[in-house]
């Protein structure tokens, strides 16, 4: 059994949950939305990642001894609170856009349909999930899209918390990287994973020649050298003197690197290793990947750029309550009244709108109705749990093919990395129809 | 037993090890250091956290069946290696800076001594758990400076991974803050915990009347009434009405929050609840806390800013081999090359020099050997682990304690918010002496 993920709570939630309980309202029917103001400011589109995780973190949900006996000592609730807790299954429905999908203001992300008191316990694990992983997935997504054919190899797992890490590798996966080097993102979510040897391998032994012998003798001519420990003209020709023109890859990992790449290229072309590739690694981000598309390199290595989500690093989405029972037995529309926070009331749905060339057009968000497919458009709405249980995959590998395909359907400047307003408006279905 | 640890790592670790047993240096005694090349841009000190959390993770950093498996069945590294990481113990010295403690370039905040395999595996974990913790720390310190003796309560879980979020309860707990609303942080380190209610409870309700009046009763008068849900001047009347003198306070989370502070103490006083405090919780920073000093608050509520650094969500520490033993069996310092990325070869010591007020002057750093106290200087190097254990508390109340007098002995223009050079010039011992 995997560890509870029920504390992964803020205290509020508990007591809202015995005050409702108090009130009798704590089994109202209610509808919690997740979705984004705004996107981060000049970002185009977003990436939603993490679904999958959430989902995962779900099943685990629960209240045990301990966790019961943590918040009785404590005196956080009630005994009444303590004994729905210890019951407490979701049972209500999720719907959702499918990981993976981009997104845009007001795009209804996750729709939890449950009891008040069902819904707003999970209030703060779906939004650490998914505001950590779609900041990440989000710039993630500008750089592969910077990057265009060349492979993208996440290594950020030293610049964020050891568990973001692992999350940070998988959303940057979903958003087209190809690998990472954080290993228990390989064991837990099948991610390939890459490495070869740092500046401290080459400092350990009494000189460059030794370091690098040693390595092609122990991981094969395949392996990637990494060249600036010393000098890098020095280091690319005892590289391709020892491995011939079979070495796999230089790295590169300090320096002004449009220049360099273009004189290790010259190197490696001119000492007969056409086909040694040069990986870079120095404090990438989509901006000095969009500056190396012209220079000879193959893999860009990116670090803490993508895993603190490029200046962003959460993606800023709320969970809100947007409708719920009233005395009559109708559901009802609900939102706060403050100027600098509002929320749309009613609960919504996401389609978005094609043209005739299969290009996106616009965020069409229904409001207490399913807008209509003009025979172009895309269902965005995917029932993800169903009376409790999850009904979609929540792997990786799903989430990137449904990203592969969600961004290519955007207009070209949803791409561009300048500063820009978001690339599809987003159309209420009240001001549309 | 808790889970491994040890996959938290980066694939080139593992590969490095490899290439070191095959050319027989992995035995080589070595020193890796973990150290600040520059405090973020503006900042005048960093503050150290993690240091507790990095020594349990080293206790379970352990490569069991299921990580060998892992390893084995992805080829990672060859069996020789495998064999290696099975029998892996850390049997080394671990010295460092206490956690809480204040920092400065070239601070000497982790110095790990032992064989070049030992130290090189930890890589990962110490910097993913030191950058994340004192990312937070250091931003999280600014904020309750700038709170003098008003508590901070950190609430960003939502923001931040979840399994990030509570490490960075613990951090803004190590830096002064008073109580966090994530429960697993409670449980798992200690931290008080705060919450009541959200919108969502309010909206929940058919008014808020209804609302308030069953979270008194249920949560009782000292409960803190959330106040900006339709219009705040007629909330407090209504809280006041409801509850009395007693009200234990009001929230407001939204708009003009100086404005509608001084508003609404003025309200509370004239309706005699002068004993009712104000809390604050809208997007609040370190500058925003500053700025509300002269208004009448009681309590702020931190969130998005302070877990995730308030603009600096890694504190860019890195982890550098700085010595090993050569073939003479004398140790001798190494560092890179690279322009860019200079690195000041030679174990490091750290000495706080303070003047005969007590107030710190510069940050001492002896290279290969202890600088010299002259009298009225402090001592910063703590050993931490001696021989694989680890001798000192893991604790965050220790660590919070620490911070609160390290904090204390800076010079006062540490504590200004504007941007600065680091209030202590860094000076080497060869500089200095």
Redesign the interface.
Known sequence: MNPS?A??????????V??????G?AD?P?V?ETFARRLPDGRRYGVLAGTGRFLE?LRDFRFGE??LA??RE?R?V?ERTLDWLADYRFTGDIWGYAEGEVYFPGSPLLVVEST?AEG?VL???A???L???SAVASAASRMTAAAGDRPCIE?G????????????ARAAYVAGFGST????A??RHGIP??????????????DER??FA??L???GLGTTLLV????VTAAVELAVELAGPELGAVRI???DLVEQAHEVRAQLDALGATSTRIVVT?DLDEHAIAALQAAPVDVYGVG?SV???SGH??AGLV???VS?Q??SGAMEG????????TSVAGRKFGLRRRGPDGVARAEIVGIDERPQDDGDDRELMVRLVERGEVVVPTDAATAREHHAMARAELPRRALRLSHGEPALPTTYLSDWS
């Open positions: 993920t504390l992964l709570t803020d205290h509020y939630e508990l007591t809202m015995q005050a409702a309980l108090r009130s309202h109202r209610c919690f973190a301990d966790e943590f918040l404590h956080i009630d008040f707003v209030e703060t694990l939004l650490s999930v505001n950590h992983d290594m797992s030293r610049r964020t918390h050891e568990g973001s890490a692992v999350a940070a080097s954080n290993l228990e390989g064991r994973t890459a490495g070869t040897a740092a500046h401290s391998y080459t400092l350990l032994h009494d030794d370091a040693n390595q003798a122990s991981l600036d420990t010393y000098d990992d300090s320096g120095s803490t895993v603190t989500g690093p959460a969970y809100k309550l719920r009233g005395d609900v939102a706060k009244a403050s100027k600098d926070k």
